[in-house]
């Protein structure tokens, strides 16, 4: 591998290994650790041991703009104590990375869930994503979790998250990545 991007949880994974250009991923592992915890640790110990490049992309848990600084402050500093000259990047969703259904246009999210979300929970998404996701699902007849959603995306759909900032974050830095690696 050349690099790892590391996550939390196996939605987060399935939905950057879908919305990825696969170009990218060519020699990517893109992990889930399970909590935030784990992440820090896996992504310390791959930096260390292996010293390839890793991203770690985690949820904020927070829409505070203080809060969202010390987590990435957090994460930085634990990671990049033991990186010496390996590449770190830390990418924080904010707040939740199912925020990413509700950027910009939400009709794909309408057409797939069969019914157009309302405004009381499109304002819940501003900052619990997660759950705001959680309702919509359990009010649709054809899709009912997370993952069916990701299965269901058309290329259209995917363009779109792709746009969203995290996803060009990983992007960037993966291609950066790359150019250095050619370069060598």
């Known amino acids: 591998m050349i690099t790892y991007i590391i996550c939390e949880g196996l ?3 399935k939905l950057l290994k879908t919305v990825l250009p696969g170009e990218l991923l060519t020699d990517v592992g893109v ?14 110990s791959l930096v260390v041991r292996r010293q ?5 992309v985690v949820d904020a848990d927070s829409v505070v703009p203080e809060f969202v600084q010390q987590r990435l402050k957090d994460i930085e500093e634990i990671v990049k104590s033991v990186a010496v000259n390996t590449p770190v990047k830390v990418i924080l969703a904010v707040p939740e990375m199912e925020v990413i259904f509700f950027q910009k246009d939400v009709t794909f999210l309408s057409r797939l869930l069969g019914y157009i979300p309302s405004e009381d929970i499109l304002d819940l998404a501003v900052s619990q994503p997660k759950k705001a996701l959680e309702q919509l699902l359990s009010k649709s007849e054809k899709i009912h979790n997370p993952s ?3 299965d269901q995306l058309a290329n259209e759909d995917i363009e779109v998250l ?3 900032s995290v996803m060009q974050e990983i992007i960037l830095f993966l291609q950066s990545v790359r150019e250095t690696a050619k370069a060598i």
């Not at 390839?52 to 770690?56: A, L, R, Y």
């Open 11 to 13: 939605f987060d994974a």
């Open 31 to 44: 992990v889930s650790a399970g909590g935030v915890s784990a992440v820090k640790s896996l992504a310390r």
């Open 52 to 56: 390839v490049p890793v991203i770690i």
């Open 148 to 150: 069916q959603i990701i």
């Open 162 to 164: 792709r746009s969203f």
